[in-house]
């Protein structure tokens, strides 16, 4: 049997990590004197009311190697390989850690770990091993399902707004030539994820022609939009939402719109009021031109 897991910066809901059996390794986010284990059952409006009532900047740590091992561990006892695919490496330390955990694991006991660096974050991870694990219990064998996930992980990536770059700033997560932008009267970058990392993609005067352009990226990019689904993703932002998914029904007519909330990992570093979403492109994002 092939097990998925992944971290809890997937954003994988609890309903969809016990139906497709995917492990989901647990954070610690930090706020103030509190620290909170961020595991599958620390839902995303729970952070979104700690975040509203303090000025605090929140922080996240990764599990130990102890704790990986551990879970490792569990997941192969009875011979089962484990596919682990990870939040960003270069957003987090987490895919160094699993990798050398797994490695030495894999060369001193023989188990069958593969760490995979998605380069991603958010459901840009999540519904990619959501469809890995429906590949699992279908009875697909490993270099399958890895081969269907680095393909969508190389091919496409997640655009967004955000209401303030401040928390992307302090995480490191953000290019520090997008920051420049940020003072610029009414002026909102959309932001993508690449090579791992969050950068401005394009400049936009004023916060409803960016939500257009989100829209029209999906007109331009998406494949087959009567074939697929488009995931909007929010940090509490449904009013944004809305407005998206009502162009996006307009503009795309996609077979299928889900919103998913951001949980803490990722609204850790990016604050509340974030919108984005994820879809199937045509070709590997990296070959669009910036517009």
Do not use: W
């Not at 990590?17 to 409006?45: T, W």
């Not at 740590?61 to 879970?71: C, G, I, L, T």
């Not at 916060?207 to 940090?235: D, F, Q």
């Amino acid at each position: 049997m092939i097990r998925l897991m992944t971290d809890k910066a997937a954003d994988i809901t609890p309903e969809d990590a016990e139906k497709y059996q995917i492990e989901i390794l647990p954070f610690i986010v930090n706020l103030g004197e509190e620290s909170m284990l961020a595991d599958v059952n620390f839902l995303p409006q729970m952070f979104y009311e700690k975040l509203r009532k303090t000025d605090a900047m929140p922080s996240t740590s990764q599990m130990s190697p102890a704790d990986v091992e551990d879970v490792y561990r569990r997941l192969t006892e009875n011979g089962d390989a484990v596919i682990h695919v990870t939040m960003s490496g270069n957003g987090s330390g987490i895919f160094n850690t699993s990798t050398m955990v797994a490695r030495q694991l894999c060369e001193e006991e023989g188990l069958d770990i593969t760490v995979i660096d998605s380069s991603m974050f958010s459901m840009a991870i999540g519904a990619v091993v959501i469809e890995g694990a429906k590949m699992a219990q279908a009875g697909l064998g490993k270099e399958k399902i890895i081969s269907y996930m680095t393909g969508c992980f190389d091919r496409d990536t997640a655009y967004f707004l955000v209401d303030d770059l401040t928390f992307l700033k302090n995480g490191g997560r953000i290019k520090a030539t997008t920051m420049a932008i940020s003072s610029i009267l009414d002026i909102k970058p959309i932001l993508m994820i690449n090579d791992g990392l969050v950068e401005a993609y394009k400049k936009v005067r004023g916060l409803k022609k960016a939500i257009s352009v989100l829209a029209n990226y999906a007109v331009e990019r998406m494949e087959c939009p009567e074939e697929n689904e488009i995931i909007l993703l929010h940090s509490d932002a449904g009013d944004k939402v809305q407005i998206l998914s009502a162009m996006l029904e307009e503009k795309v007519h996609p077979k299928k719109i889900s919103v998913y909330e951001i949980g803490p990992i990722i609204t850790a570093h990016a604050g509340l009021g974030l919108i984005g979403l994820y879809f199937r492109h045509q070709k590997p994002y990296g070959t669009y031109e910036k517009k």
